[in-house]
């Protein structure tokens, strides 16, 4: 599918480049605070069951009309809940209780790196130096943050098992950004966004009884109400469409460089809320990254 940018509307696209990510990257705080008080899978359950309930009550009649043409998109609905919400809900989340921030940083941002590549195999999408040279920018500046200047730190870096799952999780985000884009739809952009964060959580649903019985007992608090509504709102309906808008104007390959500027506002929310310092490496890893979306977007 060719993307929508025109003259008309070059500079908005854009902007919902560098908006989207503040959203986005909300996940962190959902990340380092929500699972202390919610387990994992069972956070990533209820947040998208969340979604669906605040949606439907807005697109049922959509759907209900569409009800026919559900029998022709159910499985690529339920691929795209599988991947979005499931893989990219979940496995973030059980990354974190065994590996750092800083791991999990790295590896995520890896993620458009797999989108231009299934992109450019399976749907032939336009690739040229200039966004060749804007990827390396951007992952040189996202380097330059997380080592926090020092290459030292990313020579000493120390793997655990919870990189194998932030692996899967930037795997299983590229692969629903290509499809997510590359799938016509019957449903209008938010109805088919309801229905696929209903199978999200119905691919979640096994996978959250078992934790229930093996691992961890979900109590259901006021602190649950809190992280399951902050996940479901911020990170989850704001920022899911918002990057669906994001696509649909330049494309997956340039859309997936939201992650690079989503290392930028997590270390902006790490400033903020859990006191970390403000350093020049911070601005040297931003300056990197907005030249390299800079360069990347002149593929148009």
Known sequence: MKPLVTKKNNFYPYLLLLIQPIFMA????????????????????????TVFAILIPFFFNEIFKKRKKLKFEYFKLFFLGLMGCGVCGAFPFIAGMTTTMANMGIIYTSSPIFIIILSVLFFREKINIARVLGL??????????????NSNLLLNFKFTSGDLWMIGAAIGWAIYSIYLLNWKSNFSLMARFTLIAFFGALSLFPFYIFEEIFFFTTTFNSYFIFWILFAAISPGII????????QKYVGASLAGFTLYIFSIHSAIYGI?????????????????????????????
């Open 136 to 149: 390396l920018l951007c992952i040189t500046g996202v380097l330059v943050i997380i080592s926090k200047g």
């Open 239 to 246: 920022a899911f469409t918002l990057y669906t808008k994001v």
């Open 26 to 49: 909300s996940n962190i705080i959902v990340a380092r605070g929500g699972v202390e008080y919610v387990p994992p899978v069972s956070l990533a359950f209820w947040r998208w069951l």
């Open 272 to 300: 903020i809320i859990f006191n970390e310092s403000l350093m020049s490496f911070h601005f040297f890893g931003a300056a990197f990254v907005f030249a390299g979306v800079y360069f990347a977007r002149k593929v148009y």
